[in-house]
């Protein structure tokens, strides 16, 4: 079956504007995570919905991030007045539940590049 | 906290070689999982093996094989007869309660591992 999907796959913007990066978890999957991996870096837990709701939005830096799921499937992670430092490859991540039994099921990730 | 270690920053092998990579992890949890992923050159990471705390035992699936003490908080992962394909960045984590009851991932820095020919 579709994994998850994520769009656009690159992104490139300049400081200052906005952005919206895409996700598309597995069908039937109730638990959406967002990280965020910088270069030779693991990837940092952003925020993580359970259905349509935030259930922890501890990750994310600060409050020019926000994230959406209003139909408890498709999420996108909102980013404005992109800094350079906000550069990285976001993932998404989507599993049966949230309990720590079912594996996380990784997109290709968009990477994210602010000039 | 939570804490996921992973000394071996790059590691370098022969095709057929066996390796071992390390894992040291930290938390106060009673209850967790650990798991492997696979990050090959195209950047997905690929789910390898999830172990739960209360589950020492080895694991073995083809040539890959875990290694969970919970004596020294490690999880270490060996690869026999390397592979050209095997190579890539594998990262260990930690699962972690979120403030929502359900678990995220820590991860650690990742081993990156070449596989000679």
């Known amino acids: 079956g579709a994994g998850v999907s994520q769009t656009p796959s690159n992104k490139v913007t300049e400081k200052g504007k906005y952005v919206e990066l895409r996700c598309d978890p597995i069908?039937?999957?109730?638990?959406l995570y967002w990280y965020r991996q910088s270069l030779g870096q693991g990837p940092e837990f952003l925020i993580y919905?359970?259905?349509?709701?935030?259930?922890?939005d501890s990750g994310l830096p600060n409050d020019r991030f926000f994230a959406v799921r209003p139909e408890g499937s498709v999420s996108t992670l909102k980013i404005q007045r992109t800094e350079r430092g906000d550069s990285a490859v976001y993932l998404c991540?989507?599993?049966?539940?949230?309990?720590?039994?079912?594996?996380?099921?990784f997109g290709p990730g968009t990477r994210l590049t602010v000039l | 906290a939570q804490k996921v270690t992973q000394a071996q920053t790059e590691i370098s092998v022969v095709e057929k070689e066996d390796v071992t990579l390390d894992c040291v992890y930290e938390t106060r949890d009673t209850t967790y999982y650990l798991f492997w992923y696979k990050q090959p050159p195209s950047g997905e990471l690929v789910f390898l093996i999830r172990r739960n705390s209360f589950d020492e035992q080895n694991e073995i699936s083809g040539r890959y094989s875990w290694n969970f003490q919970k004596s020294t908080s490690s999880f270490n992962f060996t690869i026999t007869a390397s592979q050209v394909v095997d190579s890539a960045v594998y990262f260990c984590a930690l699962s972690q309660l979120t403030q929502g009851g359900s678990e995220k991932l820590v991860f650690g820095k990742g081993t990156k591992l070449t596989v000679n020919p």
């Open positions: 919905f359970q259905g349509t709701g935030a259930a922890d």
């Open positions: 991540a989507s599993s049966l539940s949230g309990d720590g039994y079912n594996e996380q099921f």
């Open positions: 069908s039937g999957h109730t638990a």
